[in-house]
């Protein structure tokens, strides 16, 4: 049985597993990630400490990396990623090389997260495939022809860019962006233009105690009042379901995929997300491609962050 070594590095914290070829874990250890000045090289050598463990209880084939972008796939880079302050050109995959004398790889995050669902989640069997990672931002991973595509230099995929409006919640420094309708950040910010617009209503002001102020709302919070029935909340999640379907239709009407898979708000969310999603796409994708197209959640849930890096090791998607 093979084995592999994944690292899976987020802003708040990173985890090193031994894993199988067949997704099993064997073992698993997370730690805080460090930022900063000279963090990452804090981090770095945490981590080479505990590969070096793991090496020694079972030799692995590779290392894979999943990583936050922008970053380099191919020199094995860290660009300077947002959530990683201080993460400045680090060469990962040459140092991890140096130290233990096996093949390492890097890829983001988004991508890592569409070949986990592809391989061994919801994507399982397809060829074409969309994965959307809807959490804090949007971010994607595009399977094209069972091959992941990249890119020139690895911005295949930065569909949270695109802008869906003129004006509209911020996403990616980009004023009605798709990041910015779909997006935990553009949930709490949509549910905080809806509460300000009832501060000034006659009337409705006392609607607002049950309501955290609105520069304190989250999008967990929307998720959360939305389930639970709000309206105003509601009225947020379809009109980010609306943003949704307008964005998927672009991407449909380029890619032509099989499968749209959507991640953390998509998996919390549900129908109550996707059924307005999918009334603008009928109406705005063409119907060929709109038809054989199907959305659907995320279904690995927290351990894909552990596929993710699996699949970046075994590094058969290039």
Known sequence: ?????????????TAVLLITEEGKVLERTQFATITGKDGWKETVEGVKGLVAQLIEKAPAKSIGV???????????????????PGWDNVPITEIFEKEFNIPAYLENDAN????????FGAGKGHDNVIFLTFGTGLGAGIIVNAKLLSGTNDYGGEVGHIRLE????????KRGSFEGF???????QMMAFELLCLSEEIGKKEMLEKYKPAGDVTGRDVVEWAKAGDELALKVVEKSGNYLGKGLSVLIDIINPELIIVGSMGVRLGDMLFDPARE???????PGAAEVCEIVPASLGE???DYAALCVALHDYK
Do not use: F, Q
């Open 166 to 173: 003129d004006e509209g919640p911020i996403g990616y420094h």
């Open 280 to 286: 603008v796409i009928v109406r705005e994708a063409v």
């Open 66 to 84: 999943s990583c936050g972008g922008p970053l380099d796939s191919k020199k094995g880079l860290i660009l300077s990623p947002p959530n990683l």
């Open 1 to 13: 049985m093979d084995h592999y070594i994944g690292i899976d590095i987020g802003g708040t914290k």
């Open 303 to 305: 351990s894909i962050g």
């Open 112 to 119: 890592a997260g569409a070949l986990a669902e592809w391989k």
């Open 182 to 188: 779909c997006s935990g950040t553009g949930l709490a």
